[in-house]
């Protein structure tokens, strides 16, 4: 074995591991974010709403904090399954693409929760 | 009975002919009186004809499928047959495939057993209840007849990946008490290529003329992988 394709399995091999442990994360955040939406829905779905609730708290943009960086992680490792096995990009290309996929993703999700927690409660 | 049966390499067409249908008939049956009674310039490939030796398969009606114990009543849609080589392998005339890729990531995928005892030493003693042992039984009859590897969608998509029947085969050495070469045949197989590469679609088991899982096996090597890859082995 060359010490490139060793170092292409290595990578690969930790990037199939991290993607198995953001799925776990993800699969408990989301039943979480679904089930707060359901609940928080009951009484009808409003900003003012949203932003009382979360807005402010340090639980909450905890807890999205880790939501996003699971997500920014999780879906540009998939993502670059997919496109090496169905596309003729390069290996480089694709995890550049990819790099770029993750930082545009976790740029949004860290600007959405840390713009609730300095709106404050509302 | 009307078969078409492919002739020519990569590129090539279906030729019909018509075989008289036997009550007890296989496919093998089938493409053995083409080859004697209508035309000896088609090549196929078979020995055993019971089912051990793993080298006749084919694509059968678009299935591949070990020929000689695939009964015709079983599988001749409408009365007719279309007989293909194995997908996935690079076809060298009518129904051979040329096996060498297949055989060689079952090399690259540290098929090969190392021990460390020698004629001197006593055997290994090894109950078979182990869990470890039960295992390696649980994929130790595969013939080799490369079924899984034709039906794999993975194989088609990325032809460096390994397969399921050298995975398989891996995974069968992982449990073996004897072998030597744990850690060193993690890492041949770990990788995109390797089985991490595998969606578990499970076409593999699905097809095995055997019943065998390599989908399974496949999830035991993810399994041994990751607990390699965490520990800092990988």
Known sequence: MNADLAYADKMDSRLWLIQ??????????????????????????????IVSRVGG?????????????????????????????????????????????????MGFGFRAVLAFYEMGGG | MKVSIWRGGKVGRFVAYEVPRLENQTVLDVVTYVQRKLDPS????????????????????????????????????????????????AVIKDLSVDMRVFFDKWAKAGGAFKGDKTRDDDFALIKPADKQRQNANAGIECIGCGVCYAGCDVVRWKPDYLGPAALNRAWTLVNDARDTQ??????????????????????????????????????GLKRAVSVAALKGRL
């Not at chain 1, 993800?26 to 709403?49: D, N």
């Not at chain 2, 290529?193 to 003329?209: R, T």
């Open chain 2, 42 to 89: 088609l090549s196929y490939r078979f020995s055993c004809r019971v089912g051990m030796c793993g080298s006749c398969a084919m694509t059968v009606n678009g299935k591949p499928r070990w020929t000689c114990r695939t009964h015709v009543s079983k599988v001749a849609v409408g009365g007719t047959l279309e007989i293909a080589p194995l997908g996935n392998l």
């Open chain 1, 20 to 49: 198995r442990i953001t799925a776990v994360v993800l699969a408990v955040a989301v039943v979480v974010h679904l089930a707060t939406i359901i609940v928080a829905v009951q009484g009808g779905l409003s900003a003012a709403e």
């Open chain 2, 182 to 219: 744990g850690p060193v045949r993690l890492q041949l197989i770990a990788g995109e290529n390797g089985c991490l590469g595998c969606h578990s679609q499970q076409s593999c088991q699905e097809h095995c003329p055997k019943h065998l899982s390599p989908t399974a096996s496949i999830a």
């Open chain 1, 57 to 105: 708290s340090l639980g909450w943009a905890m807890f999205y904090g880790v939501f996003v960086v699971a997500a920014g992680l999780h879906a540009p490792i998939g993502l670059r399954t997919i496109l090496r096995e169905m596309t003729p990009l390069s290996p480089g290309a694709t995890n550049g693409l990819m790099i770029a996929f993750g930082t545009v993703l």
